[in-house]
């Protein structure tokens, strides 16, 4: 798996690299399987999570997954917009979560 955050968890990280350029590096380094966890809606529009990983699944069939999560305030503050309340939060989730599928769909 790999680490989709702005921010490192603690110290010992030393930093968090961009998933998404980490993810194609290593996959085309190696025949294993990755994935990452992501929270489409705050820093990223679901249309580009949808892209990169539709990419990515293309380069590497069947060797990619994504999960999608509801992010925390750490990594998606970052934006400068204020964190949402719960509520907002649910459905900021809940939009992205369902038009991820379709955005990477083929036309």
């Known amino acids: 798996m790999c680490s989709d955050h702005f921010h490192p968890w603690s110290e010992q ?3 968090s690299a961009f998933a998404w350029s980490w993810l194609g590096a290593a996959m085309q380094a ?3 399987t990755f994935g990452t ?3 489409p809606g705050q820093r990223y529009h679901p249309a580009v999570i949808a892209q990169a990983a539709a990419t990515l699944a293309h380069m590497f069939p069947d ?3 994504l999960a999608v999560g509801s992010g925390e305030a750490l990594n998606e503050a970052i934006t ?3 964190w949402p309340q719960v509520a907002e939060q649910r459905f900021i989730d809940l939009s992205g979560a369902r038009v ?3 955005l990477s769909r083929r036309s």
């Open 13 to 15: 990280q030393g930093h």
């Open 30 to 32: 190696t025949i294993l």
């Open 37 to 39: 966890v992501n929270a």
């Open 63 to 65: 060797r990619f997954w």
């Open 80 to 82: 400068g917009h204020p």
């Open 100 to 102: 991820l599928p379709g």
